[in-house]
């Protein structure tokens, strides 16, 4: 937990840097005004609240009433500040598997919980990206079409083969990392992959058990639906802010413009995407190459991208780590 406060800082320098190289003074990001300014915020919350409920919803009817409704979506809130310090957006899910495991639930069907969350909202993000991608494409913007498409193709596939893939095969750790683990880690190494082993086993079994019976593909499908709703107020949140300083975009432009950055975002390159999905919000809107940033009068301002990523990003970088403290790694006692 140190070092990801010490890591929130960094993800200001591109920040700086965009505000240095265009000119961006603080008065520029006052004129956005107040109201535009907190009716971004409450969108992202609106948005973080709608995966909180999600995941509570999808741990209650695998669980049962085994946890407060209230107290598990504020948990899942509070894991997406591990997401927010992270490149590429991951860690969430590990939040929800110890404070589930805590709670006195066995590891695997924890996992099996925090998959379905986190599947849903990747099939939910990725699809409203790839629209976008195509959207990019269809107006010209080759190489930033091309950066959204493949991004947000192969992490879609990529989850959602495994995830369905777990209910007809055993995944294992890969002979090559195990053999690197056994060889490095001696004693511990060898009980660390039984371990392992035996946590994917236990989940894939799980997943052959659940997936394929109506209750789960009932779940599976509102959660999906939660997550469109979740994703689609967090694309709502710039048109918000960009009202502030004069420029109209619709809604549906809006949430493939921020979708598109989501997706430039998730590549590995900063932390929490910093500075990615500044520049790809902007290159998407303009039909820019994303490594060329002179914007014409009458265009979406830095200004607005700036003032979008400190509603969407800084604010409620501290109400999550709040929540992480509050619940998730709070002590508590197993039912």
């Not at 991608?133 to 596939?157: C, E, P, Q, R, W």
Request: aromatic share 12%; with cysteine.
């Amino acid at each position: 937990m140190n070092w990801r406060l010490v890591a929130i800082p960094v993800t200001l320098i591109p920040i700086f840097i965009i505000a240095i190289q265009f000119d961006i003074q603080l008065d520029d990001l006052l004129a956005i005004g107040i109201f535009p300014f907190v009716g971004a915020i409450i969108a992202m919350m609106i948005k973080l609240g709608l995966q909180g409920v999600k995941f509570a919803y999808i741990a209650r009817k695998y669980l049962g009433s085994f946890d407060s409704f209230f107290k598990l979506t504020g948990v899942r809130i509070g894991s997406e500040f591990i997401k927010f310090t992270t490149p590429m957006f991951v860690g969430a899910e590990l939040v929800v598997i110890y404070y589930l495991h805590k709670k006195g639930v066995n590891p695997a069907k924890a996992a099996w919980i925090a998959i379905m969350d986190i599947v849903t909202e990747v099939f939910a993000a990725g699809l409203l990206s790839i629209m976008a991608g195509i959207i990019a494409l269809l107006n010209g913007a080759y190489v930033v079409a091309a950066v959204i498409l493949a991004v947000s193709i192969v992490i879609t596939s990529l989850w959602m083969v495994m995830f369905f893939l777990s209910s007809k095969h055993t995944f294992q750790v890969p002979k090559i990392l195990e053999n690197l683990t056994k060889r490095f880690g001696k004693e511990k190494g060898v009980k660390a992959i039984e371990k392992t082993n035996t946590w994917m086993e236990e989940v894939c079994t799980m997943s052959r058990e659940n997936l394929k019976t109506p209750e789960s593909k009932k779940i599976f499908t509102i959660s999906f639906l939660f997550s469109l709703a979740s994703w689609s107020f967090y694309g709502i949140s710039f048109m918000v802010i960009a009202m502030g300083t004069g420029f109209v975009i619709s809604a549906f432009d809006s949430i493939m413009a921020v979708m598109g950055a989501n997706a430039i975002g998730n590549l590995p390159i900063t932390i929490g995407g910093s500075g990615l999905a500044e520049f790809g919000i902007v290159a998407y809107l303009n039909n820019l190459d994303p490594f060329a940033f002179e914007i014409s009068e009458g265009i979406v301002g830095w200004n607005s991208v700036i003032g979008w990523r400190i509603a969407t990003y800084y604010v409620p970088i501290v109400i999550t780590w709040l929540l992480l403290v509050k619940l998730a790694l709070s002590k508590i006692s197993k039912s």
